[in-house]
């Protein structure tokens, strides 16, 4: 089984600080995507990317990056973390191809910024 | 560009009842048409797709309708369980290249014994 797993289930930060959130897929997926999903809203895309070294804005990049140095791994950062990015992060990895329609999730990381 | 709307939730069922889960669409194109489903706990996983008008996709006792001329992708299932207590999310893919999916913002069903 596709297992995607992000380092942390919850995290506590304060307003200012650097967060970083990581996310590691063992199916050897070229593409992978961070969403967050806030009540009411559902999810919405930050990121994604589809190679290595390659990154494409969601729909709601403001104040986040991203980094992809390594295929397995894909890292969310919050330059400068702010309460309004209180929020359950997902990361999701897929296949090219006629698979890439196909997301698996990783459980999630519920981040709270005070 | 492309949107889901899905019926706004909660939905509370009591076991055996019977599931509808509304989800009309907005594409250009032909896009391709998902259900995901989010236990408690857990992320996203695919519960069932239709890549075409007409196209029934189907899986664990759901099923939904790919309807091109009322832009339509509605979730059945018969008779629920309480096992089936999750979010459930609607998607669509734009089938011209783009790698993203489109949610929408997802119905929160809680089935009772």
């Known amino acids: 089984d596709v297992k995607v797993t992000q380092s942390s289930r919850y995290l506590v930060k304060r307003t200012g600080e650097k967060v970083f959130l990581e996310c590691v897929q063992d199916m050897d997926h070229e593409n992978m995507f961070w969403y967050r999903q806030d009540p009411g809203l559902g999810l919405r895309l930050i990121y994604f990317?589809?190679?290595?070294?390659?990154?494409e804005k969601g729909d709601i990049p403001e104040g986040y990056s991203v980094s992809r140095e390594k295929k397995e791994r894909f890292s969310l950062i919050l330059e400068s973390a702010s309460t309004n990015q209180t929020s359950m992060y997902l990361c999701?990895?897929?296949?090219?191809?006629?698979?890439?329609?196909?997301?698996?999730f990783g459980s999630g990381t519920q981040l709270s910024v005070l | 560009g492309n949107s889901v709307t899905q019926m706004e939730g909660p939905v509370t069922l009591s076991e055996e009842a019977f599931l509808t889960i509304n989800c009309t669409y907005t594409?250009?194109?032909?896009?391709?048409l998902f259900w995901y489903v989010q236990y408690p706990g857990e992320g996203l996983q695919l519960l069932l797709k239709a890549t075409k008008a007409d196209d029934k996709g189907s899986n664990k006792g759901f099923e939904a309708t790919y309807r091109k001329e009322t832009t339509s992708f509605h979730l059945e299932k018969g008779s629920v369980q309480v096992s089936d207590s999750a979010v459930y999310f609607c998607?669509?893919?734009?089938?011209?290249?783009?790698?993203?999916?489109?949610f929408g913002k997802g119905t929160k069903l809680t089935v009772n014994p």
């Open positions: 990317s589809y190679d290595v070294k390659m990154k």
């Open positions: 998607a669509l893919s734009d089938r011209g290249g783009s790698e993203k999916l489109v």
């Open positions: 594409a250009t194109g032909y896009p391709s």
């Open positions: 999701a990895s897929s296949l090219m191809g006629s698979q890439r329609e196909k997301l698996f």
